[in-house]
Antibody, heavy 122, light 109 residues
């Protein structure tokens, strides 16, 4: 069974940092691009960042560019999101999601994790 | 950047009725790179449709997608109680890699 399991969420003060791992299983992780999508309380889905299967290409939403870093370890089957300089508006559920191809363009998301909650507050 | 606008914001229907959800793009979505997702409270989204009209594995045939260019539609032919949820359209063919509509809430009348 294909599974994505996020962790690392929690309460952090403004300006703080968090690292979100997403453990993948049930598929050949190194063959698929991955993406992070977040959902603020009571709001819709917002794309955050994407990474190609090899990890050589990345893309960021303007709202997180320069503060967040996406990466992956294809030996550990794990996707990461390093979040620095956190703001109140980063408060959301963060979902890890699998794309259906090696690049993040032209392929849809077919599997989502259950999400991890990040709360930025003093 | 393509902006997706979904309508209506909320749709109130009864089980057994037909639901028609709209997704309009600000620019043409190339090669029908459009998907639909369902999200129930407290759950992650679930893929329903990709390529504008192809049902994902395990999705009942009462769900269908259609459209091209800038106008897309998700139709649920006969609503079941478990279909009441929020539905999002998404384009994945141009930058940024994912663009979502704001969602349509399908609620029981």
């Amino acid at each position: 069974e294909v599974q994505l399991l996020e962790s690392g969420g929690g309460l952090v003060q403004p300006g703080g940092s968090l690292r979100l791992p997403c453990a993948a299983s049930g598929f050949t992780f190194m063959n698929y691009a991955m993406t992070w999508v977040r959902q603020a309380p009571g709001k819709g889905l917002e794309w955050v960042s994407s990474i190609s299967a090899s990890g050589s290409s990345t893309h960021y939403a303007d709202s997180v560019k320069g503060r967040f870093t996406i990466s992956r370890d294809n030996f550990k089957n794990t996707l990461y999101l390093q979040m620095n300089s956190l703001r109140a508006e980063d408060t959301a559920i963060y979902y890890c999601a699998k794309k259906t191809g090696t690049t993040y363009y032209y392929y849809w998301i077919d599997v989502w994790g259950r999400g991890t909650t990040v709360t930025v507050s003093s | 950047e393509i902006v997706l606008t979904q309508s209506p914001g909320t749709l109130s229907l009864s089980p057994g009725e037909r639901a028609t959800l709209s997704c309009r793009a600000s620019q043409s979505v190339s090669s029908s790179y459009l998907a639909w997702y369902q999200q129930k409270p407290g759950q992650a989204p679930r893929l329903l449709i990709y390529g504008a009209s192809t049902r994902a594995t395990g999705i009942p045939d009462r769900f269908s997608g259609s459209g091209s260019g800038t106008d897309f539609t998700l139709t649920i032919s006969r609503l079941e109680p478990e279909d009441f949820a929020v539905y999002y359209c998404q384009q994945y063919g141009s930058s940024p890699p994912e663009t979502f509509g704001q969602g349509t809430k399908l609620e029981i009348k």
